[in-house]
């Protein structure tokens, strides 16, 4: 019998108490039943993108990226909640991103891409593209917009708000079905 869907969940902030860590949590204890939703801490840790580094042997790879690569490769899926700064990605979310284009773990793997504001539009197209070039499967009805923006809620808040549990129970939902079919469940 297989073991649960696991999912890895990135935050774009660094932000401790933002609203992407929140909805994050929120996904975690709303997850279905047979689907773990389990966060990605490096981010903050990870050294700029260095192409020199990104050895395909492993030697030169630093131990964070190759961390990072490593707990892709134990997911089956990916659900990223990104802040928009400046009407693009944050520096080091794309940064994570850079760490694993060249990586065997990515490609393929079904994405979903929370926000946590209706004002953010250019992220989450910018994220597509990037994604898209990477070879994700973006899994479109997986993707959410959970309106936080001016609510100070933490992910038991946002799990306890009927409206907004509704959605992330949805999203992650969907990306486990996703998940579960392989090849299948993409769009962008």
Request: proline share 10%.
């Amino acid at each position: 019998m297989p073991g649960p869907v696991r999912v890895l969940a990135v935050s774009g902030s660094l932000r401790a108490g933002g609203s992407n860590n929140a909805v994050l949590d929120a996904a975690r204890l709303l997850a279905p039943d047979g689907v773990a939703v389990v966060r990605y801490a490096g981010l903050r840790a990870l050294p700029a993108f260095d192409p020199d580094l990104d050895d395909p042997g492993g030697d030169a790879l630093p131990p964070e990226a190759a961390d990072l690569r490593a707990s892709v490769g134990r997911a089956d899926a990916v659900l990223i909640s990104s802040p928009e700064y400046a009407h693009g990605i944050p520096g080091a979310l794309k940064n994570a991103l850079d760490w694993l284009v060249g990586s065997v773990e990515f490609p393929g793997k079904p994405v979903a891409l929370l926000n946590t504001s209706p004002w953010s539009v250019h992220v989450p197209a910018q994220l597509a593209e990037v994604l898209t070039t990477m070879n994700a499967r973006l899994v479109s009805d997986a993707s959410a917009t959970v309106p936080l923006l001016g609510r100070p809620l933490d992910g038991a808040g946002v799990a306890a708000d009927p409206e907004l549990a509704a959605l992330v129970r949805g999203a992650v939902a969907a990306l486990a079905r996703a998940a579960a079919r392989p090849g299948a469940g993409g769009d962008a």
